[in-house]
């Protein structure tokens, strides 16, 4: 009898073990946040980069932040380039990842924020939903 129940202790420990790597993969939420943020950014600078910008030239910028009623904004900030021109702003407000290949970024620039829902497929982030989540 001692042999079957070594057999039954190592098959209740061979399920443990394999229940155990199973919830470590279902709770795995350690996402590339990074990753992630970049395709986000990258959908939202997709025209401008196409359009005005050479991605890879990086300039000085300042920035003059006005105080006044501009509706839901107590204060605008503009941002200037190093000639003194008009440059954009974005700002990475929250990234949420509730799993390891799903992450949801919000992103904010002057007059609006969007909503980014991004997926992970092999080592690829993507964008498969995008909202406005407030405009000026």
């Known amino acids: ?6 057999f039954v202790t190592l098959g209740v420990l061979a399920v443990l073990v394999a229940g155990a790597v199973w919830l470590s993969a ?8 990074t990753e992630a943020a970049a395709a986000a950014i990258k959908a939202e600078m997709a025209f401008f ?11 000085a910028c300042t920035s003059k932040t ?20 008009d440059a ?25 924020g969007m909503r980014y829902e991004l997926e992970k497929t092999g ?3 993507a964008v498969n939903k995008s909202d406005i989540r407030w405009i000026v």
Do not use: H
């Open 123 to 125: 080592d690829d982030w």
């Open 88 to 112: 954009g702003m974005l700002e990475i407000e929250a990234v949420r990842c509730p799993t390891s290949r799903r992450c949801i970024v919000d992103i904010n620039t002057v007059g609006s």
């Open 66 to 85: 006005v105080e006044g009623d501009f509706g839901m904004f107590s204060a605008m900030t503009y941002w200037f380039d190093e000639t003194g021109q």
């Open 49 to 59: 980069i196409e359009v005005y910008a050479d991605p890879a030239a990086r300039k």
């Open 1 to 6: 009898m001692s042999g079957s129940r070594d």
């Open 26 to 33: 279902l709770f795995d939420t350690r996402p590339q946040v």
